[in-house]
């Protein structure tokens, strides 16, 4: 690959970032002038490095179930013995994208206590919408001659889903998938108000203490991190679609 | 053989195909002809079982179709479907690997498969093998889909519009191609085609087909001689049938005793191509060899003889 100027911002981007996480107090000098009364620079309660691990698994787990969940629905609803129970599932994903996330902890926190479930709860709710509608956009528009040959060629309905449907679909998967990460990304951070491990601690920590650089902290790593893991799926995504000769991903 | 017998599709109130039946031999080519929307597809689809009739049978070798599971049954009959179809994710080799893949053929008879279909076609394999389908011309996919229909050599094989895309060339090598394929294997095939040219030039037999019913069921020879209906008339164009008759034989069968000036036409080229070439050369008699040998000539006066509407 050539390192053309993108990529090689990308790259810059990345290890700053890791610089950052790995050595925050060369940065102090950036962060110095928006603090006051001598009050710390660099958040010192506990290694931005394991919150950031800790916010990524979090969002991890609750996309891989979201994703597992939303996609076998998708898969679902698209086989005939699966048709009717289309606008049902419609509506229980749309209710848990429309329920704020809030909400939801404040719900779950009494249900099963403080800590990392509540917060795996609402991502996981928040997240299948995305995935649901368009891995239902992706298999309902496949090319008809396509499938069409895949019958054809004598393939029974798995193997037609598994080796036709499903990756012809897989750009516009992918692409909700993408989505519902950087929504999460950015939502799991309020998760710290229920003792979750996030990088909401960081900027929760500078609200209180009304220290303007822990927040930008905090602020700052997800939204890089938001950005370069939707900049890289994008890029598979294009990759998989170029391939395919379609010219850009459908994505929703 | 494939029977079909009193074939029906219905899609609601409308009667798609209507009580369709005739016998296609095996190791012949059925070509199926018909104006746009007459039901030419959906009749081809109601063979492999991608469409189930309203009513009637269509039995394969005595057995009918729905004796097995019907993806069972489509692995053993070669579609080559209207616009080629091809799966966009897959190379050209996987592609046309689809079927054996799928009956479990060792991977060596499947490569060996690829290769010489692919030859056959004049795609160089190391050069199309690893390429996407859209990395290929309109004409270049649609040989790709013939050769995957062919690829497990299927007894029958259905074959839906598929020189559509091809240049006048192409298409022509194309379907000598396909003849010699089917010589060699002794495949059955059934072809769907707006070109009655094609038609004539491939078919064993003809179905006409106007509105979903059956017009004639008929060699090309029958068909050009005792058009059943005006449709089929208009189908065959009148401007061109005696030319269209000629080119069913030889012009071997057309040669005269005696000789004639000018550069000798061999034996076997057919008798529309020899008046073209009397016409164009400007003589009334040219001569005729078989084998390096004159054999006699042929004439304009002789070849209009035959030409003339059957009594
Ligand atoms: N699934 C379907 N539902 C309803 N009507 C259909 C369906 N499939 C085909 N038809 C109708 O059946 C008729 C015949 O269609 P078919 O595809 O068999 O025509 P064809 O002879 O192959 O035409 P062409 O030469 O344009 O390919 C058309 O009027 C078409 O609209
Ligand atoms: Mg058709």
């Known amino acids: 690959m050539k390192l053309s100027l993108p ?30 009364n001598n009050a ?26 979201a994703a597992a969940v939303a996609l076998a629905l998708a898969i679902l609803v698209t086989r005939p013995i699966g048709a009717e129970f289309l606008p049902l599932s419609r509506s229980l994903v749309n209710i848990g994208q429309t329920f704020p996330p809030v909400a939801v902890l404040a719900l779950a926190v009494p249900a099963i206590g403080f800590g990392e479930k509540p917060t795996l709860i609402a991502l996981f709710l928040y997240g299948l919408l995305p995935i649901f509608e368009n891995a239902l956009t992706g298999l309902t528009n496949l090319p008809v001659a396509v499938v069409e040959a895949a019958r054809g060629v004598g393939m029974n309905e798995r193997q037609r889903l598994v080796k036709v449907e499903l990756p012809l679909a897989l ?48 602020g700052l790593i997800v939204g890089i991190l938001a950005v370069l893991i939707y900049d890289g799926l994008s890029a598979v995504e294009r990759m998989l679609a170029r391939r395919m000769g379609l010219s850009v991903a459908r994505a929703a | 053989m494939i029977e079909i017998e009193n074939i029906t599709k219905r899609y609601g109130d409308a009667e798609v195909v209507s009580d369709v039946s ?32 309203t009513s009637g049978t269509i039995k394969l070798d005595g057995r009918d179709n729905r004796a097995m599971p019907a993806y069972e049954l489509r692995r053993h ?155 089929v008339e208009t189908l065959i164009g009148a401007g061109d049938r005696p030319f269209r008759f000629l080119s069913l034989n030889e012009v071997g069968e057309a040669v005269e005793p005696g000789t004639a000036e000018g550069e000798a036409l061999p034996v076997t080229v057919t008798q529309r191509d020899a008046l073209a070439e009397l016409l164009w050369s400007g003589r009334t008699a040219l001569p005729v060899e078989a084998d390096g040998k004159r054999i006699g000539r042929v004439t304009v006066e002789g070849l209009i003889k035959r030409a003339a509407r059957p009594a």
């Open chain 1, 7 to 36: 990529v090689f911002l990308r790259l810059f981007v990345l290890a700053l970032l890791i610089c950052f996480l790995v050595r925050p107090d060369w940065f102090e000098p950036v962060f110095k002038p928006l603090t006051q």
């Open chain 1, 40 to 65: 710390p620079v660099i958040y010192n309660h506990g290694s931005l490095l394991t919150l950031t691990l800790q916010h990524l698994r979090i969002v991890f787990i609750a996309t891989s179930a």
């Open chain 1, 171 to 218: 750009p516009v998967i992918l692409a909700g998938i993408r989505l519902s990460v950087v929504i999460s990304l950015a939502t799991a951070t309020i998760g710290s108000t229920v003792a979750a491990k996030t990088l909401g601690e960081v900027i929760i920590a500078g609200l209180i203490s009304n220290n303007l650089a822990f927040v930008l902290q905090g």
């Open chain 2, 22 to 53: 005739f016998v296609v031999e095996p190791r012949t080519v059925t070509v199926i002809v018909g104006t746009s929307g007459s039901g030419k597809t959906t009749l081809l689809r109601m063979i492999n079982r991608l469409v189930e009739p």
């Open chain 2, 77 to 231: 009959i070669g579609y080559a479907i209207q616009g080629h179809g091809l799966f966009p994710h897959r190379t050209v080799a996987q592609n046309i690997a689809t079927v054996p893949v799928l009956l479990g053929w060792e991977k060596s008879r499947i490569d060996a498969r690829v290769e010489e279909l692919l030859s056959l076609f004049q795609l160089d394999p190391a050069i199309f093998g690893p390429r996407y389908p859209h990395e290929l011309s309109g004409g270049q996919q649609q040989r790709v889909g013939v050769a995957r229909a062919l690829a497990a050599e299927p007894n029958v094989l259905l074959m839906d519009e598929p020189f559509g895309a091809l240049d006048p060339v192409i298409r022509a090598k194309a379907q000598d191609d396909l003849l010699a394929i089917q010589k060699r294997f002794g495949t059955t095939i059934i072809l769907v085609t707006h070109d009655m040219e094609e038609a004539i030039h491939l078919g064993n037999r003809i179905a006409v087909m106007d509105e979903g019913r059956l017009i004639q069921y008929a060699t090309p020879a029958e068909i050009l001689a005792k058009p059943a209906t005006a449709f």
